[in-house]
């Protein structure tokens, strides 16, 4: 009977198969199929008649056969529909599923069909269970703060929360009986596995004390708790840092046994069972039924079909070459002054003023070094801002009336976003923290009125380190100073909302507020709140545009908010009768007045031009890697004519031109750092830092538009020293965020000014973040192909179906808790593999970022005594990561062993003809040493060097869409070289002895890049 209902499930697939074949054959959309026979952290759930499994493959919920076969899908592939559990009958799956930007619980009929949606909200609901009697579902949600255990009556709706401790409770599952529920608690005094009570007044109990039992431990990270059929174990996922295998406890006496090897590679997710003594559960990639008892399992073999489009689009194109004025577009910064007759603002790395009524600004500072973020004082007579021409950014202070700058507040590390005191007495700023310019800072205020004989001025800090803070702004009684910060709706996964938090200089009153519940601020940076002079009023961004609320005194928010303005807006700031705000509307600075709403547009003419250099170069190589062959070129001349390469010949003594003699050296292109974070605070040595290590394009996906285009439009002039930039504007998320240039998008209308900036300023690419729906993430692209601009995102599926162009990291950040491209054991199995190869999506898997440069470190502590490393990088810093790679790798013995797995990863992505380039996450890993880490992590893979600088080079370029230009040494490309000491194409860490770049043809010794101006 059992063979007979097999072979019918099969049949019946194969029927619905060839259905889905014919209905994607029809849309016009197959010109692609992969064939994924292993799934990459998938979940799976047996129905109760044993005929059928439900998997979770890439996203979509699959049925597949007991006894394996083809795959049918039952959802679509934009719910991103994850943990099936069937009902008791059989006829429904539950799941949960990210369609509306949240996850909630849904159920969709075996058979497929439409998808009922059971839960909403502004929370997260996940991993559903049915009861054994079908009535009631148990899933994990934060609706009440963190993570805990709720029950749905599907009779009538009702929710019942089952559990209240402090610490996170999720995964949970019913006992066969129905009475019990076991689930995972991360509580900080007993983490482990314990069981609570199902009935409807367990939450009573469970404060007594009477409900809850641990039945085990932790020993690790445990994941996906499931019931023997008897009730007597309870079996569950525990990871730690040697394996992720699934152990049983008994629920009498917590006994636990181990029953998979150390080397499987077992998913975080429930076991089901066959019978009394087999269970079915996923691991390698594979769905497989074992016999308790047994040291083998048995693979259930399957294939899904996924349709990939072959589509191609206009990329946009570039003119390297000309020499028109173009308009400054970095504005960095927007302050009007109290009296409303002028605005402050940074370009171009110096401070700026326009006077209303003139077009044309004037430069407040010049000379090399970068000055940012001007502050007005109350009586306008003096601007506070920072700068790094004592080489850190400090911050200083300007009378305008004098012209004098004084040094106010010098710190050991970088200082950004200085705001005056309402009475003009102290100046409030950040220090950051050393390590990463994307991480926390520390509140500080410094007295301003100082005399003569203090040298120092006395400062105070007034919070602890505050994770990617706004500017400060001040309450015009001093007592309270209010910024954006991330409120994360529990500790389980990292994202929240920007919020206002109000912080009290007593230290006791500190308190969130909000003027939109459940909804974002805008990135945190200098988009608010902005406290009025008068005290009355905040004004902040949402959803891009100003707004304006009432508050009282504390900032406690009262009345109704106000929306000022319908078009794209940044950097709201008063003038001092607070009537009116000066914002950034996307490229031009405009003004709206409260009284009457009406809005001025403030004129100003300020352009920059690209550096071209002229004159003849003749580059002697006495090596020369083109980019594109395996081999060298031997006693060669590169003849540059202006920035661009004239000719390749054989050497010939005597030709006019400058001539660079390296005939003893090796000439390569200039490399990419593909994916890399910056920020002003790190001063003008970040482009002298690239450089030095060979580094003449960085791709940003992810920064403040106006911070990055400063920062291209100063490199590309020369203004200061620096590679190309390719960027975009903040990460284009979702509902929830966690960094603060992190963009929540909420609404079509949001998400079209977004677009329409993204055409305005330029933007290099789009990169969409990980609480981005899928639906939203097709729009996205859609609209980017459009305007030429490729898409990036942190997902594979169904992200490559629409034609995403690029996705960034192998591991790194999934709203999912796991990911669906590696394992915790850094595995990624054939459906990452083909889909990748065969799709043609560009993967950065920022192997530095995931272990590469702390195992490089470790293995070899020569690494930080690289010239250009210790030239930028301080003592301190040096020492506080090497401490922090000592301590990983003490915490975690088996770090280097699951880090060798990630590298054998990258090199069967190439093997099988996947699109790989080089980036590394700086500044979470340092700037510049990294991207050379990364290139030694992928000759450690396997690969050859010459793979691994192709990937730094012409591949990164390709993905960039710039490999007319750039990308390799050949005749009519910019002049983009790098002069080493040495054979990297037989050792690669050779690429690391830079002795000169050569960037649009300007010839850069590391001498002068190593040498702050």
């Not at 998997?55 to 056969?65: A, C, F, K, N, S």
């Not at 719910?79 to 429904?92: A, E, Y």
């Not at 019990?180 to 007594?208: E, H, L, M, Q, W």
Request: hydrophobic share 35%.
């Amino acid at each position: 009977m059992r063979t007979l209902i097999s072979l019918k499930a099969i049949l019946f697939g194969l029927i619905l198969f060839f259905l889905y074949i014919t209905q994607i054959r029809a849309s016009g959309i197959d010109s692609i199929r992969v064939t994924v026979t292993e799934g990459t952290n998938m979940a799976a759930d047996l129905s109760p008649d044993k005929a059928s499994i439900a998997i979770d493959l890439q996203g979509t919920i699959w049925i597949v056969p007991i006894a394996g076969g083809v795959a049918r899908p039952i959802t679509d592939n934009l719910g991103d529909c994850r943990q099936p559990s069937w009902s008791p009958d059989g006829s429904l799956i539950a799941f949960h599923a990210f369609w509306d930007g949240r996850y909630h619980i849904w159920t969709v009929s075996a058979t497929g069909g439409k998808p009922k949606q059971l839960t909403s909200g502004l929370q997260d609901d996940r991993e559903p269970h049915w009861s054994p009697d079908g009535k009631r579902i148990v899933f994990a949600s934060d609706r009440s703060g963190n993570y805990d255990i709720w029950q749905l009556t599907l009779a009538d709706g009702k929710l019942t929360q089952l559990t209240q401790d402090s610490g996170n409770d999720f995964n949970p599952a019913f006992s066969p009986d129905g009475t019990k529920v076991a689930f995972v608690s991360d509580r900080t005094d007993a983490p482990g596995v314990y069981v609570i009570n199902s009935d409807a007044d367990a939450t009573v109990k469970s404060t007594t004390g009477n409900t809850e039992k641990i039945i085990v431990p932790a020993n690790g990270k445990f994941a996906g708790p499931s019931w023997q059929p008897d009730g007597s174990h309870l079996f569950y996922n525990v990871l730690t840092s040697s394996l992720s295998g699934l152990a049983s406890a008994a629920v009498a006496d917590s006994k636990v046994q181990l029953l998979t090897e150390a080397a499987e590679d077992v998913f975080p997710f429930r076991a089901s069972w066959l019978s009394a003594t087999e269970f079915l559960y996923t691991s390698n990639g594979l769905l497989k039924r074992r016999k308790l008892g047994s040291t083998t399992a048995q693979a259930i073999p399957f294939q899904a079909i996924i349709a990939l489009p072959r589509n191609t689009y206009k990329r946009k194109t570039y003119d390297f070459d000309s020499q028109k004025p173009q308009t400054v577009k970095g504005i960095k910064g927007t302050t009007i002054s109290p009296d409303g007759k002028q605005i402050a603002f940074a370009a171009l790395g110096d401070i700026w003023i326009l006077t209303k009524g003139k077009k044309t600004p004037d430069r407040l500072t010049q000379g090399p070094t970068m000055e940012v973020e001007p502050s007005w004082s109350p009586d306008g007579t003096k601007l506070a801002y920072v700068s790094d021409r004592n080489g850190n950014m400090d911050v200083w202070i300007r009378d305008l009336k004098t012209g004098q700058d004084r040094l106010l507040v010098d710190m050991s590390d970088d200082l950004h976003y200085p705001n005056w005191s309402p009475d003009g007495s102290k100046i409030a700023f950040y220090q950051s923290d050393a390590r990463n310019a994307w991480g926390r800072s520390t509140l500080y205020t410094a007295d301003v009125t100082y005399t003569a004989d203090v040298t120092t001025p006395k400062t105070q800090k007034l919070h602890e380190s505050i994770f990617v803070p706004s500017q400060a702004s001040w309450a015009p009684d001093g007592k309270t100073l209010a910024v954006s910060a991330l409120h994360p709706y529990s500790s389980r996964y990292r994202e929240g909302v920007s919020e206002v938090l109000l912080l009290s200089f007593d230290g006791k009153n500190d308190r969130y507020v909000t003027p939109a519940p459940g909804h974002s601020l805008a990135t945190r940076g200098q988009n608010g709140p902005v406290w009025s002079p008068d005290g009355t009023k905040m004004a902040y961004i949402l959803d891009g545009l100003v707004w304006v609320t009432d508050v009282k005194t504390d900032g406690s928010i009262v009345g109704s908010p106000r929306k000022l303005t319908n078009e794209q807006s940044d950097t709201p700031t008063w003038t001092g009768d607070s009537k009116s705000l000066l914002f950034l509307a996307t490229d031009a600075l405009k003004q709206v007045y409260l009284g009457d709403g009406h809005i001025e547009t403030i004129p100003m003419d300020l352009t920059w031009q690209l550096s071209q250099p002229t004159g003849a170069i003749v580059v002697h190589a006495g090596r020369l890697f083109d980019g594109l062959a395996n081999t060298y070129r031997n006693n060669v001349d590169i003849l540059i004519d202006g920035h661009r390469i004239k000719a390749i010949e054989p050497h010939r003594a005597g030709r006019p031109g400058k001539l660079i003699d390296a005939s003893t050296k090796t000439v390569i292109p200039g490399l990419f750092e593909m994916h890399t974070h910056q920020h002003s605070m790190v001063g003008e040595k970040i482009g002298r830092l690239w450089l030095s290590f060979g580094i003449t394009s960085v791709r940003e996906p992810g920064a403040d538009p106006y911070d990055a285009l400063e920062r291209k439009e100063s490199w590309a002039s020369n203004t200061r020293p620096g590679p190309r930039q390719f960027f975009t504007g903040g990460l284009t998320d979702g509902t929830r965020i966690y960094y603060g240039a992190a963009t929540s998008i909420n609404s079509d209308e949001q998400l079209d000014r977004e677009l329409n900036r993204s055409v305005r300023l330029g933007y290099d690419l789009i990169k969409t973040y990980v609480r981005m729906p899928d639906a939203m993430q097709q729009r996205i692209t859609t609209f980017a192909h459009a305007h030429g601009m490729p898409v990036s995102s942190h997902e594979i599926f169904p992200a490559m179906r629409y034609d995403v162009d690029a996705v960034e990291h192998i591991g790194g950040t999934s709203r999912r808790g796991y990911s669906p491209k590696i394992t915790a054991m850094n595995r990624s199995y054939q459906d990452v593999i083909q889909l990748l190869a065969k799709s043609g999506m560009n993967i950065t898997p920022t192997a530095s970022l995931q272990g590469g440069f702390s195992v490089l470190g470790t293995k070899n502590p020569g690494l930080y005594e690289n010239r250009q490393y210790r030239a930028f990088y301080s003592e301190e810093y040096n020492n506080a990561l090497q401490a922090g790679a000592a301590q990983y790798a003490k915490i975690s013995p088996g770090y280097l062993s699951n880090f060798g797995n990630l590298q054998k990863g990258v090199k069967v992505l190439i093997d099988a003809g996947a699109h790989v380039t080089t980036g590394t996450d700086s500044p979470f890993v340092p700037y510049g040493l990294s991207l050379h880490t990364e290139l030694q992590s992928f000759v450690g893979a396997g690969l050859t060097p010459y793979q691994a600088l192709r990937s730094a080079t012409l591949w990164a370029a390709e993905t960039v869409g710039v490999s007319k230009d750039l990308g390799s040494i050949e005749p009519g490309k910019l002049a983009d070289l790098v002069i080493v000491n040495g054979d990297p194409l037989t050792t690669i860490t050779d690429a690391l002895n830079v002795e000169q770049v050569i960037k649009n043809g300007e010839v850069l010794p590391i001498d002068r890049l190593l040498t702050r101006p």
